[in-house]
C-alpha cells in the first residue's frame, strides 16, 4: 500500500529542492527523509528524483508523479488546518444522556444561553432513568445520581451530597415535626419501592458526617423523584429529596425542611465521559457550565433548605 507520508515527503523534497531543506522543513533528519522517498521509488518502481552532489531535479516520472499527487496533497494539508482551527472553537453535536427529570433542576434558560453563546454546538439529550451504555448510543457524556459503576469511564463529581427531609407545612401542621431519626417510623413517608416488605430505609448522614440507617413507610409510593416532590407538596408525607429540585419549592414555601441536621448519603451526581482521550472542546464546554451552573445551584439550594420556613 503507497505510504501517504512518503507522498508528502516526495512533494517537500520536489518543491524545495532540496532533501537538506526539506528535512529542515520537517524536522526530520536528511538521511531518514532521503531513505523514505527511495521506498517511495521502490514502491513505484521508477526514480522520481536525479541525484547529484550539486543538483537535485525531477524525472519524467517524478514530473508526472508530482502533478497528480500535488493537488490531493495540498488539500490534505488545508483539510488538516482547517480542522485545527475548528478544533480551539466548540462545535459539532454533544450527545448527553440523563435521567429523566433531568430539566426539573436544569433550567433550559442555561441550555439556551450555552447554544446562544457556542452557535456552532448542537445538543442532543437522551433522557431516560436506566443507565445508558454509553458506546452502544454514542454518548459523548452521560449525568448520573447515586453509585458509579462506569469504573473504567472518566468521571468527575458535581457533588457528593444528595439533599435532605422535606415536607409540607400542611403536613407539619397536621403531625408535627419529628424530632428524632426514631420518630421518622411514626410519620407517613413518601418513598421509592421498598426493597422489600413495606418498609424503605434511608441512609442519613448526621452533622458529623456519621451515617445511620432508618426505616420508614407511607401509604404513596413512586420511583419517579418529581411525582415524590409533588406528593410531599400535596401533604402525603416526608420525602428525602435533592436540594436542588426542591429549592424553587423551598422559597416559595410549599416545603419546609425536616430534621435539617440530616441529610441523605451515598447519592450525589457525577458526570461520566465516553472516553477520558481527545475529549471534543465542545462536550468539555457544555460539561464546565453545567458542573458550574449545578454547583452553585446545589450551594443555593443547601441554603434555602437549612433555612426556617417562611
Known amino acids: 500500500m503507497l505510504d501517504l507520508n512518503e507522498v508528502a515527503m516526495f512533494v517537500q523534497v520536489a ?7 526539506a528535512a529542515r522543513h520537517l524536522r526530520m533528519p536528511s538521511a531518514t ?14 526514480r522520481l528524483l536525479q541525484r547529484s552532489t550539486r543538483k537535485l531535479a525531477l524525472t519524467s516520472g517524478g514530473q508526472d508523479f508530482l502533478e497528480r499527487c500535488l493537488p490531493a ?6 483539510a488538516g488546518q482547517l480542522q485545527l482551527a475548528g478544533s480551539q472553537e466548540p462545535s459539532g453535536a454533544v ?3 440523563a435521567p429523566s427529570n433531568f430539566f426539573d433542576f436544569f433550567p433550559m434558560e442555561w441550555v439556551s444561553g450555552f447554544l446562544a453563546a457556542n452557535p456552532r454546538v448542537r445538543i442532543d439529550f437522551v433522557l431516560s432513568d436506566a443507565a445508558a451504555d454509553l458506546v452502544a448510543e454514542r454518548i459523548d457524556v452521560a449525568f448520573r445520581g447515586g453509585p ?3 469504573a473504567g ?10 439533599g435532605g427531609l422535606f415536607a409540607s407545612p400542611g403536613y407539619v401542621a397536621a403531625h408535627g415535626q419529628p424530632a428524632s431519626l426514631h420518630e421518622l417510623g411514626e410519620h407517613h413517608c413518601v418513598t421509592p419501592p421498598p426493597d422489600a416488605g413495606s418498609y424503605a430505609t434511608w441512609r442519613l448522614l448526621d452533622a458529623d458526617g456519621a451515617e445511620q440507617d432508618v426505616r420508614v413507610r407511607g401509604r404513596f409510593v413512586s420511583n419517579m423523584q418529581d411525582v415524590l416532590r409533588k406528593a410531599a407538596c400535596a401533604g402525603l408525607g416526608i420525602a428525602a429529596l435533592p436540594s436542588i429540585l426542591v429549592a424553587s419549592d423551598v422559597a416559595a414555601g410549599r416545603l419546609v425542611p425536616v430534621l435539617p441536621q440530616y441529610r441523605r448519603a451515598g447519592r450525589g451526581l457525577s458526570v461520566i465521559y465516553a472516553s477520558r482521550h481527545h475529549i471534543p472542546h ?3 464546554a457544555f460539561v464546565e457550565m453545567a458542573m458550574e451552573k449545578l454547583a452553585a445551584s446545589q450551594d443555593w439550594g443547601s441554603a434555602s433548605a437549612g433555612a426556617p420556613a417562611g
Do not use: C, K, N, P
Open 282 to 284: 465542545a462536550v468539555s
Open 15 to 21: 518543491r524545495l529542492g532540496s532533501f537538506a531543506e
Open 33 to 46: 527523509l532521503s531513505r523514505r522517498v527511495r521506498q517511495l521509488e521502490a514502491h513505484l518502481g521508477t
Open 95 to 97: 450527545r448527553v444522556a
Open 148 to 150: 458509579l459503576r462506569d
Open 73 to 78: 496533497v495540498d488539500e490534505l494539508m488545508a
Open 153 to 162: 469511564s472518566a468521571t468527575r463529581r458535581i457533588f457528593a451530597s444528595y
